[in-house]
């Protein structure tokens, strides 16, 4: 079956700095990927949409310049969570999705717990 | 907009009973609609997925169905088992986008 992984699976860092979050979608082409945002006991929120070669569309409320999102290829998408932020903790999720209109199948990658003192 | 409900929000059962696991949505023009498993601090697994055309899908214990027409579905987990704990996610897809719902913590004791 499709196989999405995330790196780091963890993250703490300081206040103010920024993180960066991979994933990859390793043995099928992502035209699509989407990153998720859950806090504890709450449902997968979605923060934007890319697929490869553009900008990435942001949900409402969501700002792109916090969160830099870059999908260079077809198996990779990363999210920069800059100059992060106490409240930015929290677990990312992506999934990745290949092919176009509504029937295709997202596969979700295992999470990022991110984690800002 | 698209919201998605899902009732009850926690669940805590002895092992053996059947389950009905309840999901709800607002706007009923879905491609599909997948039920997920997401165990504390992990990932999610898809456990089904039935697209708007269909009517029921089925995978060893568990069985999910739509109705599109009246934005419901339900999740039936028969012979529940300590392992089947839990949240539970229903998601909808509408266009490109994966809607989730609130979730339903499962805890089936032994």
């Known amino acids: 079956g499709a196989v999405v992984s995330q790196h780091p699976s963890w993250v703490i860092c300081k206040s103010g700095t920024s993180v960066k979050i991979e994933c990859r979608s390793l043995?099928?082409?992502?035209?699509?990927m989407f990153w998720y945002r859950q806090f504890p006991k709450q449902s997968l929120m979605l923060m934007a949409t890319?697929?490869?070669?553009?900008?990435?569309?942001?949900e409402q409320g969501v700002e792109k310049d916090k969160f830099l999102i870059n999908h260079a290829s077809l198996t990779l998408s990363t999210l920069t969570v800059t100059s992060a932020h106490p409240e930015d903790s929290s677990f990312y999720i992506c999934?990745?999705?290949?092919?176009?209109?509504?029937?295709?199948?997202?596969?979700f990658g295992p999470g990022t717990r991110l984690l800002v003192l | 907009k698209q919201e998605v409900t899902q009732i009850p929000a926690a669940l805590s059962v002895p092992e053996g009973e059947n389950l009905v696991l309840n999901c709800s949505f607002t706007?009923?023009?879905?491609?599909?609609l997948q039920w997920f498993r997401q165990d504390p601090g992990k990932g999610l697994t898809s456990l089904l997925l039935?697209?708007?055309?269909?009517r029921e899908q089925t995978s060893g214990r568990l069985n999910a169905s739509l109705d599109k027409s009246s934005g419901r579905s339900t999740l039936y987990i028969a012979a529940s088992q300590p392992g089947d704990s839990a949240t539970y996610l229903c998601?909808?897809?509408?266009?490109?986008?994966?809607?989730f719902g609130t979730g339903t913590r499962l805890q089936v004791f032994p």
């Open positions: 043995d099928f082409q992502a035209t699509t």
């Open positions: 039935i697209q708007s055309s269909q």
């Open positions: 998601a909808v897809r509408n266009t490109d986008k994966l809607i």
């Open positions: 890319s697929n490869e070669g553009s900008k990435a569309t942001y």
């Open positions: 706007d009923s023009a879905i491609y599909n």
């Open positions: 999934s990745a999705g290949s092919g176009a209109g509504g029937g295709e199948t997202q596969y």
